[in-house]
């Protein structure tokens, strides 16, 4: 008996560690990234569309180029606080590789090889193209350095646990397209939506460990923080016309001319600032989903 | 007193009873946050004038952009502080309103919002009767201050 269990706890040692060497944190390889050469000027339509000031400026700041992190984002699973992702070289991303920014875009990786939680949207960024990726990377290296520490995220047990991501990840981070494009326009709507855009993230409801529910993808979805409610963005949920959400990702206004509160304000001051086209684009792929 | 006057004073009193009723009705909940949303309602209405021409809807007209966007800085422009009254947020009227409390906090950037609204009033203003594509442009200046307000300080 004695023996038996000693036997059960090493295979279960065992099982534990080779669970933890298959979903461990993967990087891209550098040499992938080598030949590339970053646009600084392509890569703030792409830092526009990304949203990467909505969660990572100051709280309540204005200033979308300011990246010093400290926004606090309630979940059922505690708290995140986002990082500083300013040029600091020690306190933000300055003295990162574009590899290691690759790596944390397209597989949640962190240069010191840890997993990054999904609050960061990586499951939407790993559908990003490599220079895309490398012109984001050119250009959020002349934003300003701000030498703010980040903080801590403030989680629940075991929520707390990094190594439990990998888990996570092997379940819940695919980077497939989720809708079939049939067009040019309608293909950059859908890697505006599903990539950088990142709305499913928000619109589409979780299940009990965080991951997005599939067959509800963009449906709508109970607010995170608990009051209110995220809409719907497929058309048997949202009844606006093409222009109408054009409109609406320019200015701010809905077809009732009421203006967008919450979070989808500051989705407008960044995807406000793409092309016409691109909103456009935006529109018609979700006026085509389903 | 013959039957037709009879009929008059009759119509008068009802009139007169149905106008009190109307009136009551007016004055039914809390007055500021009634005028706070009637204020918003005339900034939708004018929106919407704007707006359709800047989609496309109906055809652009200067002289109406021009007139319609005045009324919008018109707007702004009007000393709203009775009707933003201390005591009147979601603490104190629940449902009636959407107005935070956070507003009348310390800190709250309540007022130079407003400023912010002016401005890009005035800036529309200006723009709105040269052409189409330069009041498109102006009128996300006017929606980022509508939500900048709407993001920290309407209730969700």
Request: charged share 20%.
């Amino acid at each position: 008996m004695k023996r038996a269990m000693t036997w059960l706890s090493v295979f279960t040692m065992l099982g534990i560690a080779v669970a933890l060497w298959l979903t461990r944190p993967a990087v891209v390889n550098p040499t992938r990234f080598a030949s590339l050469h970053g646009n600084a000027t392509r890569g703030e339509v792409v830092f526009w569309a990304g949203g990467c000031a909505s969660c990572h400026k100051a709280e309540s700041s204005d200033d979308d180029l300011a990246l010093p992190g400290g926004r606090r984002f309630v979940t059922q699973f505690g708290n995140f606080i986002a990082p500083n992702i300013s040029s600091d070289p020690t306190h933000g991303i300055g003295d990162w590789t574009v590899a290691e920014f690759a790596s944390a875009l397209l597989h949640g990786t962190s240069p010191e090889g840890r997993h990054y939680y999904p609050a960061f949207p990586y499951t939407s960024y790993a559908r990003m193209n490599d220079q895309d990726v490398t012109d984001l990377w050119a250009f959020m290296q002349t934003l300003p350095a701000l030498p703010v520490a980040s903080r801590r995220h403030d989680l629940t047990f075991p929520f707390n646990v990094r190594a439990t991501l990998g888990v996570w990840k092997f379940l819940f981070l695919n980077s497939d397209w989720v809708r079939p494009a049939e067009t040019p326009e309608l293909e950059r709507g859908r890697y505006l939506v599903e990539a950088l855009g990142h709305c499913a993230e928000c619109h589409t409801p979780r299940n009990l460990l965080g991951g997005s529910l599939a067959s509800a993808w963009m449906k709508g979805a109970p607010h995170p923080a608990g009051k209110g409610r995220i809409p719907g963005l497929v058309p048997s949920a949202l009844d606006w016309s093409a222009e109408d959400i054009a409109y609406y990702l320019e200015t701010g206004f809905t077809p009732d001319f009421d203006s967008a509160g919450g979070e989808m304000a500051e989705v407008v001051a960044t995807i406000g600032r793409l092309s016409p086209e691109d909103r456009l684009a935006i529109a018609h792929y979700l006026k085509a989903l389903e | 007193m013959n039957f037709s006057k009879h009929f008059a004073l009759m119509v008068s009193a009802l009139t007169l009873a149905g106008a009190m009723l109307a009136h009551a009705g007016g004055h039914d909940g809390n007055p500021a946050a009634n005028a706070r949303q009637a204020h918003m309602k005339l900034y939708a209405f004018n929106l919407d004038v704007i707006g359709a021409m800047a989609k496309g809807e109906v055809d652009y007209n200067a002289e109406i952009a021009r007139s319609t966007a005045n009324n919008l800085l018109a707007l702004a422009m009007m000393h709203q502080d009775a009707y933003w009254a201390p005591g009147t947020s979601t603490v104190e009227l629940g449902n009636e309103t959407r107005a935070l409390p956070s507003i009348w906090e310390d800190g709250s950037r309540f007022g130079d919002i407003g400023v912010q609204l002016i401005e890009a009033a005035s800036q529309l203003a200006e723009a709105a009767g040269e052409s189409q594509d330069a009041m498109r442009g102006a009128i996300r200046g006017v929606g980022g201050a509508c939500s900048a307000c709407h993001r920290n300080y309407r209730q969700r």
